[in-house]
C-alpha cells in the first residue's frame, strides 16, 4: 500500500485534524528494525499493556463489486509472569471464510534481540463451534514486547464497529483508519472519547482516522453493565457520490420504509388464513386495547413454537406457521402485526436501544443496532415484546427499558403501505410497582432449639421475572426443586412443608397480581444457645445479602436492571418469661435524597407490644442510573443490608 503524507495544501480543516493526533498514513507502522516502548505510568500496575491497537478496515473496488479488507497490527508490552501467560499463546478468530493471510509476529527481548515466528507455527483449530489461527509465542520474558500483525478479507457490509477498549489490559494508543473509494462517503462516530476525523480526500481515496489513548482496562464492576461504557467507533455508509451527492443512503427513515411492508403486508392466502385463526383467540372484550393485546399475546406465545434459528421461507410465512405452529423471530412478529391489523389494534414496529449493549444512535444510522422489536400501542403507552416467551404485557426485557428506540408510525400513500421512523423514549412501569418483599412470622419450639417460621415471598412487576417462568416452562418435579431452593434462601433450612404457590401464571402480569412463595420452614441453625442466653440470626432471615467491596477507584455508574423496593416484615413471637438485650441494633436509616425525595435507601425499625416484636425494613431503589458522584452513598445503601444480615438478637431470661 503506497505511503502518503499530509502536506501544507491540505485544508485547514484537514491539518487542524492532524494537529490533534489524527494519523493518515495509509501504511501501519511494522517498522523493520523494531525498538522497545515505554510505558506511561499509570499503568505500572497492569500485566501487560496493549502500547498500539491500530486497526485498518479498506473497501477496494475489484471488478464490479467491492471488497473488505482489515488490517490488524499489535504491539503488547509484557509487564509479569500473567502477561507472559497471557500472551504466549495468541488466538486470532477467523470471521470469514477466505481467512486470515499474512500473519506476522515477533517477540523483541529486553536486549533487543528479535525472535520472528516461524511461518510453520500457526495452526488452524476449532474451540467451541469457532474457527481460529493459533501460534506461540516463545522466550517471552519480562519487559519484552509482542507484535502481531494479520490481513483478513471480510464480507462486505455497509455497517461497521471497531471496539478498542478491553477488559483484560490497558491500552496506551489506538489507531482507526476507514480508507474507501473517494466516491463512497461514510460517516463515523466515536465513543466514550474515542476521536473520530471528518473524512478527507487524498488521491483517490476518502479516509476516515481514528484515534484514542490512554484506555484503562475496563473490568466488570457490581451494579453496572460494561459494554455501553467501552471506547469504540462505528461507521456506515452515507452517500454514494457517483450517482447523488445530495442524496443520504441507509437512513432511520429508509430502514421504516424498507422494514414496515416486510412485517405488515401479506398475500391474499395469509389474508384468508388470518381470518380463521382470529376467530380462535379467546378476545373478551375487544373494545378493551389492554386486554385484547394481551390475549392475543398469550395465545401465540402459548401456541406457537418461536425459534430463532428457524431459516426456512415457511418460517416468515403465515399460512405456513400457523400450519405448522412453528416460527422464527422475523415470522412472529409478521404474525402479531396481521392479527392486531385484523382486530383494528393500533400499533407501531418500534427497534429499541439497549442498556446492556451497543444502542440504537439516532445521529449515526447504524442498522445493524436495530436488531430486536417491540410491539407499541398508542393508546395504552405500553409494549410488548414479540420474541420474548417468558414476558407478557406490559412488560418488557428490562435492557430496553429507560431508552430510545426507532418507532416505525405506519402510514398509506394511495396502496402503498409505508412508515415514519421517529425517535422516542421507551417508558417501564412506574417504580412502585416493582417489589421484591417477604412477610415472615417467627415462633419458638418449646424446647428453644428450633425456628417454627411462615414465609411468604411476594414479588410484583420486574421482580417476578426471574422466577415465573418456572411455573410455565419446567415440569413438576424441577418445579418442586426450584421452590425448595427459594424458600431455603430464606432460613438455610432444608426443612419445608406446605409449599403454597399463589398468581404464578404469565398473565397474572397484566394486572401485577404479586407472586406469592409461601412455605413453613423449621430451623435450627438461626439459634444458639449461649448459657442461659438464645442467641437469633435475625439477618439472616432477610437471605444472604451483597457486600460491596471497592478496591479500585469505581470506573462507571451504578445502574439497576429496574427500580423496585424490597419491603420485609418479620412478625417475632417471644418465648414466655424471655427479652431481648439488644433491640436497638435493628434500627438503621440510611438513605440519599435528591430534593427531598428519597431516591435509595435502607431503613429498619422495630415495635413491640408484650412478647410480640414486629421488624419493619424498607430498602428502596426508585431509579436505575445512580451517578458516579452518588456511587458512595449507593455502596452504603448496597452494604446497610448486609450489615443488617449480621444482626443477632440476644433472648435473656427475665428475672
Known sequence: MKKLILLGLLSNA?????????????????????????????????SAVAILDERTIEYVKVKESLVIYETDHAIIKIIDDKGIEMYNKIYIPLYSPSGVKDIKAR?????????????????????????YNLFAMDGLEKGCEVEYTWLEEKPLSLFGSEI?????????????????PDYLKFDAKGYNGFAVSKDSVIGEQRVIAGIGTNMKEMEEEKYSFTDPYLQRVDYKLSYNISKSANVRLYTWKD????????????TSKEEKVLDGFVKKIPVTNSSDVASTVLAVEDYLKTNININEELIADEATNIEAIIKSKATNHNGIVRLFAGIFDKLNINYQLVYPGTRTGFTIDEELEDWDRADDMLLY???????????????????????YTYTKGLF?????????????????????????????????????????????????????????????????????DKQDQANKEIIKAVAGSENISNIKIENAALTDYFDNKPLIIGADIKSTTLLERAGNKILFKLGEVIGQQAQMYQEKP??????????????????????????????????MNIVHKDNDEITMGFVSSYTQTNNTITVQIKETYSKVFYPLDQFEDFKRVINASADFNKITLVLQKAN
Open 14 to 46: 484537514v491539518i487542524c485534524l492532524h494537529a490533534q493526533g489524527f494519523n493518515y498514513d495509509l501504511k501501519q507502522s511494522w517498522a523493520e528494525k523494531p525498538v522497545l516502548h515505554s510505558v506511561n505510568k499509570i499503568f505500572d500496575s497492569a
Open 107 to 131: 517477540a523483541v527481548l529486553k536486549n533487543g534481540k528479535v525472535i520472528d515466528l516461524p511461518a510453520g507455527n500457526i495452526k488452524e483449530i476449532e474451540e467451541d463451534g469457532r474457527k
Open 164 to 180: 478498542f477498549q478491553r477488559s483484560n489490559i490497558p491500552v496506551q494508543e489506538a489507531r482507526f483508519l476507514l480508507i474507501t
Open 255 to 266: 430502514l421504516a420504509k424498507q422494514v414496515y411492508p416486510y412485517y405488515t403486508e401479506r
Open 377 to 399: 400501542f398508542p393508546s395504552t403507552k405500553k409494549f410488548i415484546s414479540p420474541t420474548s416467551v417468558e414476558l407478557r404485557y406490559p412488560y418488557i426485557p428490562f435492557e
Open 408 to 476: 416505525l408510525k405506519g402510514t398509506v400513500l394511495g396502496e402503498f403501505k409505508t412508515a415514519i421512523g421517529v425517535f422516542g423514549n421507551i417508558t417501564a412501569e412506574d417504580f412502585s410497582q416493582h417489589a421484591i418483599n417477604m412477610e415472615a412470622t417467627i415462633k419458638f419450639s418449646e424446647d428453644l432449639d428450633t425456628l417454627l417460621l411462615n414465609s411468604r415471598q411476594i414479588l410484583k412487576g420486574y421482580g417476578a421475572t426471574s422466577y415465573r417462568p418456572i411455573y410455565t416452562f419446567l415440569p413438576k
Open 554 to 587: 469505581r470506573q462507571l455508574p451504578a445502574e439497576l436492571p429496574f427500580p423496585h423496593v424490597l419491603e420485609r416484615k418479620i412478625i417475632i413471637q417471644l418465648p414466655d418469661g424471655y427479652t431481648v438485650k439488644n433491640l436497638n441494633d435493628i434500627n
